[in-house]
Structures are given as C-alpha cells and as structure tokens.
T-cell receptor, first 114, second 113 residues
Framework: NAGVTQTPKFRVLKTGQSMTLLCAQD?????MYWYRQDPGMGLRLIHY???????AKGEVPDGYNVSRLKKQNFLLGLESAAPSQTSVYFC?????????????FGPGTRLTVL | EDQVTQSPEALRLQEGESSSLNCSYT??????LFWYRQDPGKGPEFLFT???AGEEKEKERLKATLTKKESFLHITAPKPEDSATYLC??????????????FGTGTRLKVLA
C-alpha cells in the first residue's frame, strides 16, 4: 500500500515551458486535491476533484489545469510556466470532502521555474 | 475574511520541556479543525481532527484542544523526534454547499537533546 505518490520529485523548467505533475493514490479515495506550499504561506488549494471525471477550482487556480480521467490519478498541468509558479506542490486524497475525513498527502514535487 | 493564525512561528525546547502551540481562527461556520505534522522534505501527516468546542484528542505526547476561537497542541515531555513543523487547518463552509480548507503557516518545533 503506497498511499499517495507523486511524480516527479524535482523539476526545473524554463519560463514558458509546459509540464504535467502526476498524482496517484491506491486507497480508493473519492476526493483528490492539489496544493502549493510557499515559504511564509500556508498550503493553498489549487484545484480539487470530488470524483472521477470531475474537477473544480480552489483558491489559486490561475495558470494551472487539472484532469481526473481515472479515480486513482489526478494530473496537474502547467501550460506556460512562470517564475511565480516556483513552489513545492503537494497532492492529497481523502474519503470525504475537504477533510470530513483526514487528508493523506504525497511527498511533494519541488518545481523551479527559471 | 476567514483566517487561521499559528503562533509562535518557531519554538525551541529542551527535551522534556513541555509547551503548547496555538492556532487561532476567525471563520464563519467551522466544520472542523485539523492538526498535521510535517517533516522536512515530506508531505503533511494527519494528527487530529476536532469538531466542537471542548473537544480533546490525545496521541502519545500530544494533546489537542479546541475552543470557539482557538486550538492548542500541547506537547508533554517532548523528545527530539517530535521536532517538525506542526500545521493547523480549518474546514469551513464555502458557497453553494462547498467547503473551504484553510491552512495556517505552521509552527517549527525544535526539541534539543
């Protein structure tokens, strides 16, 4: 039981490049989330999904897109990366919505945009 | 505006020196308050959920309490392995039946042997 895994662990992009971050969970959770964590700021929700085929915007969605084609996977895309998107990205999943049950977090992806 | 504030930002304790971390919140429609532990380079790990004022939860050397305005994470006789960043999060009602989940910026705890 791997829990929540994220790929890749580290990535360096140049401004304007695109990339996709992959999140996978093996706990059969309905809800999945993407957060970013920046120094001096709390975790901020980017997008979330309440089930396969659904997505919704969180607090800071601009510049990101997401897809949930399979229940176990949640993809976060950056179409044209900007230096302001340099951050650590965490994926999480839960049984209930927004912490009705606890959220399980992945190990994070450290992204640097030059 | 919904807000979650944690204090202190950083705390250094000697092994065995008990203390408390604070999480104060101003939100409308609190659904739950959560404590997480985060080790360097890792994702947050769930510790406790508190739903109503007066509720308490315990786990080993940690005890979380909740009032109408704040939560405390009490650490009794801490050990060096308790060193981590402790995050507080609040779940509150959003619009159209959705929920908001707001994290504080955390307290960095260092326990010295």
């Amino acid at each position: 039981n791997a829990g929540v895994t994220q790929t890749p662990k580290f990535r360096v992009l140049k401004t304007g490049q695109s990339m996709t971050l992959l999140c996978a969970q093996d706990m059969n959770h309905e809800y999945m989330y993407w957060y970013r964590q920046d120094p001096g700021m709390g975790l901020r929700l980017i997008h979330y999904s309440v089930g396969e085929g659904t997505t919704a915007k969180g607090e800071v969605p601009d510049g990101y897109n997401v897809s949930r084609l399979k229940k176990q996977n949640f993809l976060l895309g950056l179409e044209s990366a900007a230096p302001s998107q340099t951050s650590v990205y965490f994926c999480a999943s839960s049984n209930g919505g927004f912490g009705a049950n606890e959220q399980f977090f992945g190990p994070g992806t450290r992204l640097t945009v030059l | 505006e919904d807000q979650v504030t944690q204090s202190p930002e950083a705390l250094r304790l000697q092994e065995g020196e008990s203390s408390s971390l604070n999480c104060s919140y101003t939100v409308s429609g609190l659904r739950g308050l959560f404590w997480y532990r985060q080790d360097p380079g890792k994702g947050p790990e769930f510790l406790f959920t508190l739903y109503s004022a007066g509720e308490e939860k315990e786990k080993e050397r940690l005890k979380a309490t909740l009032t109408k305005k704040e939560s405390f994470l009490h650490i009794t006789a801490p050990k060096p392995e308790d060193s981590a960043t402790y995050l507080c999060a609040v779940q509150t009602e959003g619009t159209s039946g959705t929920y908001k989940y707001i994290f504080g910026t955390g307290t960095r705890l260092k326990v010295l042997a």
